[in-house]
């Protein structure tokens, strides 16, 4: 058995082998950790700094907060800074970690102060935790601190100690991660004479605080709790590092009680002796419960249940576990967990099997346990149970159809063989009966094995055996082949039973397991709330067969009303008031609970790593058992997880829409208030002057013309913000109809005959070019914007080429000038919204190329850009339209 259990598990080798290559890719981080501010963390993180330096260590700070304290600045000296990245927030200056500078210096160690920081609002990051994650990456070691208020899973306990809500807070599990905690305390006195000396704060603000936040037992409170959880956390390392190294143990440097629990009413007295002996002992409880072959009655799975959510309530680890061999399960996870000390109770029935068992299992549990204490707890035995104490039958689960059936075949095969008793030999029908007692093992249970081997027995003693028809035998040699035999089968039988009960249990595990990878698999590949609903409320019908609806919160932290997906479940007013009180209080509710049991439903909440997501509605007709209650918590914590990630992302694209409707905003209001300033003041001055002094007719036609020059370009800047938001709301539908492309191409030049008259025109279109089906209307504005966009780039006096022609069911306009043309890097940008090419001429929104683009996709078609070889620039528009089945109406040329 020992050999066994210290053979590693290839599961655990694979993914311990795997969690040191990540290890070894990436940086270590060191916290310094402490109770509250003024322990002295940051000091103590300079003073390590300093004395890695002079070992030879490049080391260099990312970020540091002395506060002015003296004895903090003196450890600056001979460390070298790397200058923080300056942010702007509402006129502040904000210093922050300059992630890309220290990736770019590469030093072997980084010190980056107070982990749990809020990043100033631009930064990469939200958090400064993730800046160090990003540093940890690129595989640069990372020294920081922290204080305990500012874990997640503490920060609501500080508060309520303290009366201070903490606003900066970081996951637990970077905590977890580091690979080293520096604790770095002081008694509370030390700490409040720091206070009286200025050291921490100034003298006016240190009295304000040690009347507030750091009072004498708030202060030892924390200090009571950051060194639990650096205790907590180096048995945690130390359970580790016996797994990963394969280590059987136990190590007792700490104690760590696991409790034996089972379906029995004197489990709950065992459960609160153990945690009574841990509280006293000081040590960390277990509760383990062995998964029996046999299917427990339903009082039975009650009880067990209940004892095991008076384990959790009592602040037990819960573990479950199955095997035919109970003191070998037993001590797998004595042996793997680091279990001091296991607590079990006095075995109460004795019964015809245990004869067959070398010595009952607590005789076995402590002839191998080695350095592990075993505790057993005796029970009071009063009436009735005393005497089940020594009169137990052995517990037999088979019904009376295998009973039937066992006799029934022992004795055909009785009958069938004893007219070739003498032909055969009586040995040979004892063999064949042995034979046909190996084959019912493997379908019935040990009871009816036990009466197909007695009947066995008897049948061939009574008709095989000299002399026959009586139960009496001659020989010595048959009287021990009779007892050998009935040995043999009844043995054979049990081992195969136990052997099939092993491989039931397996066979349930794997049903369990395959389930949870299909699920996860299956919300892994949705994508989509809605989508994750739906597959989470399909794994729910098909694994355990029950109706569910998932009600999930609105996102400002409180419960919709109403239920996303498809449910044949209807709550009312009631079940969405237990809903929320589930939700708010992330506790179950309902049928089968102890809070407001009268419900049709049972309602669990769903939580995430970081946040609440929701409640989950079942309607079923009993409660779980235990192990149906421990895979609906690890299924219920898989959708959970899935609904956060979703979450989640919705945060992270609103975050992204608010960011970029900032900058959209910026860019629009720096854009259009130029570009409405210019026309507004050409209207209003030409307006002023034509009022106040009377002018000749050529002064006065001038004024005019600027101002229609001007009306003008307001009424284009309008024109394209109007088609830009319909383009963006997808209210553009186009009305295709046949045109000759020479009506757009005149309609366009006259309309820009003014923009148009410094320039060289050149009109291409061949005179086969047919009738083209397209929306007039929007290739009017195409053209014009084409156009107008090359006036403003190209020189004066050159030339501007129009060309369309049909070519394979397509229509190609193409606007050609000499301009300065596009650098190459910016052409897969120039169709964004209000993006302009630097160094370019002042004045325009950047929309004219973006409504181009929208308007020709709106017609299925495209639109390309490139540079011509001796300069300017060369836009293509390709609009799909089949041929005209009549000819082409003949129009004359205009010279």
Not at 189 to 198: A, H, I, K, N, V
Not at 322 to 335: E, F, M, P, R, T
Not at 420 to 435: D, H
Not at 750 to 769: A, C, H, K, M, Y
Request: contains cysteine; proline residues 4%.
């Amino acid at each position: 058995m020992t050999q066994e259990m210290s053979r590693p598990n290839p599961d655990e080798l694979l993914a311990s082998i795997k969690l040191d290559e990540e290890r070894s890719n990436r940086g270590k981080l060191k916290i310094f950790f402490g109770m509250c501010a003024g322990v002295g963390k940051t000091y103590a993180m300079l003073k390590a700094a300093q004395v890695e330096k002079l070992k030879g260590i490049d080391i260099v700070i990312g970020y540091i907060e002395t506060h002015d304290r003296k004895e903090t600045n003196q450890l600056l000296h001979g460390l070298e800074v790397i200058p923080p990245a300056i942010n702007e927030y509402k006129k502040v200056l904000l210093k922050e970690v300059d992630i890309d500078s220290i990736v770019s210096r590469k030093p072997e160690v980084v010190l980056v102060d107070e982990l749990a920081h809020t990043n100033a609002p631009g930064s990469r990051h939200t958090k400064r935790f993730q800046d160090v994650m990003e540093i940890l990456d690129n595989g640069i070691n990372v020294y920081t601190t922290l204080n305990v208020q500012h874990l997640e899973s503490r920060s609501e306990t500080v508060s309520q100690i303290t009366g201070i809500v903490v606003r900066e807070t970081l996951p637990d599990e970077i905590f977890e991660i580091a690979d080293e905690i520096e604790l770095v305390d002081l008694t509370p006195d030390e700490l409040l004479q720091r206070f009286s000396e200025g050291k921490v704060y100034s003298p006016g603000q240190s009295q304000e605080a040690v009347r507030n936040f750091f009072r004498k037992g708030n202060i030892t409170a924390l200090r009571e709790m950051a060194l639990r959880i650096v205790a907590d956390r180096v048995d945690i390392q130390l359970r580790q590092y016996m797994q990963q190294k394969r280590i059987s143990g136990p190590w007792k440097s700490g104690l760590r009680l696991m409790v034996i629990l089972g379906a029995s009413t004197e489990s709950v007295s065992l459960i609160r002796w153990a945690k009574n002996l841990s509280y006293t002992m000081g040590a960390t409880m277990l509760a383990l419960y062995v998964e029996p072959a046999k299917k427990l009655s339903p009082v039975q799975q009650e009880k067990l249940t209940r004892n095991i959510n008076l384990a959790k309530q009592l602040g037990a680890e819960f573990i479950s576990t199955s095997g035919v061999d109970y003191v070998k399960a037993i001590l797998n996870i004595a042996h793997k967990e680091n279990i001091s000390h296991i607590i079990i109770a006095k075995p109460r029935r004795r019964n015809f099997l245990s004869l067959f068992r070398l010595g009952n299992y607590i005789n076995q549990l402590v002839q191998h346990s080695g350095n592990i204490d075993v505790y057993v707890m005796g029970s009071n035995i009063t009436g009735d149970e005393k005497y089940q104490k020594y009169s137990t039958l052995p517990s037999f689960s088979s019904g009376f159809s295998q009973y039937f059936l066992s006799g029934i075949i022992t004795v055909l095969l009785a009958i069938a063989f004893y007219p070739f008793k003498n032909l055969i030999g009586y040995q040979v029908v004892s063999f064949a009966m042995l034979f046909m007692i190996s084959i019912l093992a493997i379908f019935y249970g040990i009871g009816p094995i036990l009466l197909s081997a007695t009947l066995c027995a008897l049948c061939w003693n009574y008709f095989f055996i000299p002399p026959e028809f009586t139960l009496h035998i001659d020989k010595a040699e048959d009287v021990l082949m009779l007892v050998m035999f009935f040995t043999i089968a009844l043995l054979n039988g049990i081992l195969t039973t136990r052997v099939r009960k092993q491989e039931k249990l397996t066979r349930d595990r794997e049903e369990r397991t395959s389930a949870l990878y299909h699920l996860t698999r299956d919300l892994s590949l949705a994508s989509g709330m809605n989508e994750v609903l739906n597959v989470s409320v399909s794994a729910i019908l098909k694994f355990f067969s029950l109706e569910s609806a998932v009600i999930l919160q609105g996102g400002n932290n409180e419960l919709h009303n109403e239920i996303r997906h498809e449910s044949k479940l209807k709550l009312n007013e009631s079940d969405m008031s237990i809903a929320s009180w589930s939700f708010f209080h992330a506790g179950k509710a309902g049928k089968f609970t102890d809070t407001l049991p009268s419900s049709s439903f049972t309602f669990y909440p769903l939580t995430g790593s970081k946040m609440r997501l929701g409640v989950i509605a079942i309607k079923h007709l009993n409660a779980f058992n235990a192990d149906e209650e421990i895979f609906w918590d690890t299924f219920k914590t898989q959708v959970s997880n899935a609904l956060e990630r979703e979450f989640l992302n919705d945060l992270a694209i609103r975050a992204s829409i608010l960011n970029e409707s900032e900058k959209l905003y910026k860019t629009l209001f720096n854009s259009i208030s130029h570009e409405l300033r210019i026309p507004v003041a050409t209207i209003m001055g030409a307006t002023d002057t034509l009022m106040s002094i009377d002018y000749n007719k050529e002064t006065y036609q001038k004024l005019n013309n600027e101002i229609f020059t001007a009306s003008e370009r307001l009424n284009r800047l309008i024109e394209n913000l109007l088609n830009m938001s319909r383009i963006e709301s997808n209210r553009i539908r186009p009305h295709m109809d046949w045109h000759d492309v020479n009506d757009l191409a005149a309609k366009v030049t006259q309309s820009l005959r003014g923009e148009l008259q410094n320039f060289n025109v050149e009109l291409v279109i061949p005179d086969d070019t047919p009738l083209v089906k397209f929306d007039f209307g929007l290739m009017e504005q195409v053209l014009q914007n084409l156009v107008y966009n090359a006036t403003q780039y190209a020189a004066k006096g050159t030339t501007i080429r129009i060309k369309i022609y049909y070519d394979s069911h397509h229509c190609y306009l193409q606007v050609m000038d000499r301009g300065p043309g596009f650098p190459p890097d910016t052409i897969p940008f120039v169709f964004n919204k209000f993006y302009r090419v630097e160094g370019t001429i002042p004045g325009g929104t950047g929309l004219g190329l973006s409504i181009v683009k929208g308007f020709v996709e709106a017609q299925n078609g495209s639109v390309t850009i490139e540079n011509r070889q001796n300069g300017g620039a060369r836009i293509t528009v390709k609009i799909p339209s089949e041929k005209p089945d009549f000819e082409r109406i003949e129009t004359p040329n205009k010279e």
